[in-house]
């Protein structure tokens, strides 16, 4: 399975929260680690940021459910921050055969759709996040902003999208947090399989 039906994504607007007051945050940063080799084989539900670790203080999870085939999609409102409305994080565990290169390419800015309109759609430089990344900004008739991060890592695909709340948030800060919050995503997968290594080939066979 390459290509992912994002048609399911869905603009969530809050018209209230969010007290507008000093400059924006800057992005967090995620620790980097040595990991086994092998694929991804956990479920999605098992692999998705918890709540607890979330980036932004007083998020609250407001969309938890399945998607797709072997996809899961965790919405965070954001209420409480002066930069954002909402974060979305979609991963999907793909057939182990999936390279991160063919899921970027089946998975780009036109793969998005929304349901009341079509926004206008771009492709923006997306800063360096797995084992590569693309970021696209979504422009709605009203001005509002939609920017999302798709990346992959060994076999999960992952998307990461944000509404920025305010103009003062540059599309590059935007993406400069989806891209965080993916590395953050991507660093969760890697403890789990410091912990639990994927199986190797004689593992796998039951060689000795």
């Known amino acids: 399975m390459r290509q992912i039906a ?17 400059p924006p945050t800057p992005a967090p940063t995620a ?12 479920e999605p539900q098992q692999l998705i940021m918890p709540p607890e670790v979330f980036p932004i203080h007083g998020a609250a999870v407001s969309q938890d459910a399945a998607v797709a085939v072997r996809g899961w999609d965790r919405q965070f409102a954001t209420d409480s921050s002066p930069d954002f409305r909402w974060f979305n994080i979609r991963l999907f565990v793909l057939d182990p055969d999936v390279t991160p290169a063919s899921f970027l390419k089946d998975n780009g800015c036109g793969s998005v759709t929304w349901s ?11 800063p360096t996040v797995g084992d590569g990344s693309t970021a696209c900004l979504y422009t709605f008739h009203d001005d509002a902003r939609v920017l999302y991060v798709t990346t992959a890592y060994r076999n ?5 999208g944000t509404q920025p709340r305010r103009d003062l948030v ?19 997968i890697q403890k789990i399989l410091i912990a639990h290594p ?11």
């Not at 999960?156 to 990461?160: A, E, I, N, P, S």
């Open 156 to 160: 999960v695909g992952l998307l990461v």
């Open 31 to 42: 620790p980097s680690a040595t990991v086994p080799p092998g694929p991804v084989l956990f």
């Open 198 to 208: 994927p199986p190797t080939v004689r593992d796998a066979s039951g060689g000795g």
């Open 170 to 188: 540059s599309d590059t800060l935007a993406i400069d947090w989806a891209s965080a919050i993916a590395r953050e995503q991507i660093s969760i």
């Open 116 to 126: 009341t309109e079509v926004p206008a759609a771009d492709v923006l430089v997306a």
């Open 6 to 22: 994002l048609c399911l994504l869905m603009l969530a607007v809050s018209a209230c929260g969010g007290a507008v007051a000093g």
